[in-house]
């Protein structure tokens, strides 16, 4: 008799320790997913960072093709996004190398790669092309000149900071685009070219 009463006694303590580890074990799962909920929802996590959206401001720039009825340049709108000098210089020069959306004509090999463009604190913006600017068939004396002067007059227009126009080949001097034009001293604009 005292043997079971002493075994129902055990089964007892056993039935709370079992009872009293089972409801540990609940706290501390519940605790657990409710702290990972707090860290989820807290202010600035990445739910906001992902929510707020970077706005770009464009400016109008004013882009010099070709035409082939006047041989004379002609202008074009397109928009670039803001930035510092040199960036905007360089957004101007791809799309320009991207060629007209109209009927003028690109003058810049389309598989042109601008690979530099740097404006001194005096005015002297350095663009250096990859060799495929060398590579157009179209070059003669009229075409050659209107490669050159498309750059430096879109550069000159649309950049009051922009004096003059120094252009290299793959980071070197060369003495011309197609044998025509000069290219050992820096360019400036030149908007007779451009028609009125």
Do not use: C, W
């Amino acid at each position: 008799m005292k043997n079971n009463k002493h075994k129902k006694k055990k089964l007892r303590i056993l039935l709370i320790l079992l009872l009293i580890l089972a409801v540990i074990i609940v706290i501390f799962l519940f605790g657990q997913r409710k702290e990972k909920i707090k860290r989820a929802s807290s202010p600035g996590g990445i739910g906001q960072i992902a929510g707020k959206k970077a706005e770009i401001t464009m400016k109008q720039v004013t882009l010099f093709f070709l035409s082939e009825n006047d041989g004379l340049l002609h202008s074009e709108e397109r928009e670039i996004p803001e930035s510092d000098l040199n960036g905007e210089a360089r957004a101007l020069l791809e799309e320009l190398i991207k060629g007209p959306q109209t009927r003028l004509t690109g003058v810049i090999p389309e598989n042109t790669r601008l690979r530099q463009v740097f404006v001194t604190s005096d005015g002297l913006a350095y663009v250096d092309l990859s060799r495929q600017v060398t590579e157009a068939n179209f070059y003669g004396s009229s075409g050659e000149m209107a490669a050159v002067y498309s750059i430096v007059n879109s550069l000159a227009y649309n950049f009051k900071s922009i004096k003059r126009v120094s252009l290299l080949v793959e980071g070197n001097e060369r003495e011309t685009l197609g044998g025509h034009v000069d290219l050992s001293n820096p360019f400036m604009p030149d908007y007779s070219l451009i028609a009125r």
